[in-house]
């Protein structure tokens, strides 16, 4: 069983639709949960983290995660062509710890 | 905005060459990284490198695999007798603080192995 799965995509939705994005992971030691931004030819960028269980919202950006499911989520409201990137999870045990991996879903959003 | 640079974009090698993927981190910075991805595949961690030494390695990182910090900017990932299956982006990041929340990842180097 991989640590942290990933459905690849691509995920195609229409500008302006809500998006949600999903990782479930195996290894309930794990305590940070984050998402990275990925635009093509470009180095993964942190957009944001969660600690433990629990929502976080910035801006348009919505990250919840279910221990209990093992199972973490990046909502997008009002999506625009620009969100269009590949989104990667990525977990680990502690603040400096290392990050395992999601494979990525690549979000294509329709103008 | 400071950012860390990678040369080159692609290169391409023959099996059982060496080659050295260089990487600017950003000037401040203190803690580097190297992580790859096989197309396709997830970001595999690789090396942490701190005070001129190697502070963590993953499985990744054998004896086919060395860095080091040439000068005050540099920081490169040498890899000798390459295989079909280093082919991949490698990624340089690097850190104030030795957390995941401050690391900032160059463009990645496409390294394709003939």
């Known amino acids: 069983q991989k640590e942290v799965e990933q459905d690849p995509g691509p995920l195609s939705v229409p500008e302006g639709a809500i998006v949600s994005l999903n990782c479930t992971y195996s290894?309930?030691?794990?305590?940070?949960f984050m998402w990275y931004r990925q635009y093509s030819r470009k180095g993964p960028e942190l957009l944001m983290y969660?600690?433990s269980s629990g929502n976080k919202e910035d801006g348009r950006f919505t990250a919840q995660v279910d221990k209990s499911s093992k199972y973490i989520s990046l909502f997008i409201r009002d999506s625009q062509p620009s969100d269009s990137a590949t989104y990667l999870c990525?977990?680990?045990?502690?603040?400096?710890?290392?990050?395992?991996w999601g494979a990525g879903t690549k979000l294509i959003i329709k103008p | 905005e400071p950012e860390v640079t990678q040369t080159p974009s692609h290169q391409v090698t023959q099996m059982g060459q060496e080659v050295i993927l260089r990487c600017v981190p950003i000037?401040?910075?203190?803690?580097f990284y190297w992580y790859r991805q096989i197309l396709g595949q997830k970001v595999e961690f690789l090396v942490s490198?701190?005070?001129?030494?190697?502070?963590?390695k993953s499985e990744i990182f054998d004896d086919q695999f060395s860095v080091e910090r040439p000068d005050g900017s540099n920081f490169t990932l040498k890899i000798r007798s390459t295989k079909l299956e280093d082919s991949a982006m490698y990624f340089c990041?690097?850190?104030?603080?030795?957390?995941?929340?401050?690391?900032?990842f160059g463009p990645g180097t496409r390294l394709t192995v003939l």
């Open positions: 990041a690097s850190s104030v603080l030795r957390r995941w929340d401050t690391q900032y």
């Open positions: 000037s401040n910075h203190l803690y």
């Open positions: 490198f701190y005070n001129n030494e190697i502070s963590e």
């Open positions: 290894n309930s030691a794990f305590q940070y």
């Open positions: 969660t600690y």
């Open positions: 990525a977990m680990s045990m502690d603040s400096n710890y290392q990050l395992i």
